[in-house]
């Protein structure tokens, strides 16, 4: 009898878990806002796309402007009771990167967010990427890049300060406090881009080109109801897109350059890349 019970209880259990689990549709506005922001988590070249000597070390710091989505992209009603998100827990995305220059125009660029808040975002990230520059003349190159990013992002995204409130049982975020949700982007892709580096000293150098992303992304609540068991929700979708991107670096002095890049998923937003980077070796 008492393996019946452990049976029954082990089930429910499965049950429970199972019904945690929202596989969404590609056009509900629920993906659409996890491809939203994969965008401005994607690796991209950020400026700097040019051949590097093998040995070559090179450490580099963005900015990523994450715009705001509208409010009708914001209202999502598939997994959740019908409400708007708080999906904007920062405006900016800053990133450390650093890449190595290797044999044969090949080169490997990487990156990692340790868990520091900024506005209501807290990431734990790591990004890599690997590349290829091929001279086709004394200006003009073409450039191949394979990046990933995986990891995740928490913050208060179903229920923020403003949404939670412990007047009215039947309205979303009934609670007394703020959701503590996370969000994995997993993002898997490829770029392909000519380059050309200016006339004279070449100070100036840039790049135009577009990529391919297959996209993972997956959304996990974290929020405890007043009058209900917490709330674990799941949400999935897998998903491809496509990139435009155009990009070009400064030379400030001998190892310093200014860089920015514009990186548009026509799709879903189009967001800029502003920053530096510094030859350390």
């Not at 309205?171 to 380059?195: F, H, M, Q």
């Amino acid at each position: 009898m008492k393996r019946v019970w452990w049976g029954i209880a082990a089930v429910a259990l499965l049950s429970e878990v199972a019904t945690t689990q929202c596989k969404v549709g590609k056009e509900t506005n629920e993906a659409k806002l996890l491809a939203y922001y994969a965008a401005p988590l994607a690796f991209s070249p950020s400026g700097r796309l040019d051949r590097m000597a093998p040995g070559a070390v090179r450490a580099a710091f963005e900015l990523t402007y994450i715009p705001a989505p509208g409010d009708e992209l914001r209202q999502t009603s598939q997994c959740f009771a019908p409400k708007e998100e708080n999906s904007q827990l920062s405006p900016v995305l800053p990133r450390p990167r650093v890449a190595v220059g290797l044999p044969a125009g090949f080169f490997i660029e990487g990156t990692y967010l340790p868990p520091l808040t900024v506005a209501d975002a807290t990431p734990n990230m790591t990004s890599l990427a690997l590349g290829f520059v091929r001279q086709l003349g004394a200006r003009l190159g073409l450039a191949l890049r394979a990046h990933g990013t995986f990891g995740h992002v928490t913050g208060p995204i179903t229920c923020d300060a403003d949404a939670v409130q412990n007047t009215n049982p039947n309205r979303a975020c009934y609670g007394n406090a703020k959701s503590k949700d996370t969000y994995w982007p997993n993002i898997v892709g490829v770029e392909s881009a000519l380059t050309w580096t200016g006339a004279g000293d070449g100070r100036f150098a840039g790049y135009v080109g577009g990529g391919y992303s297959s996209l993972r992304p997956r959304f996990k609540v974290g929020f405890q109801p007043a009058n209900a068991p917490f709330d674990s929700t799941r949400v999935e979708v897998d998903l491809t897109r496509v990139a435009v991107l155009a990009g070009g670096r400064y030379r400030f002095s001998r190892k310093v350059d200014l860089t920015g890049e514009i990186y548009s998923v026509p799709k879903d937003v189009t967001t800029v890349r502003l920053g530096a980077s510094l030859g350390l070796r």
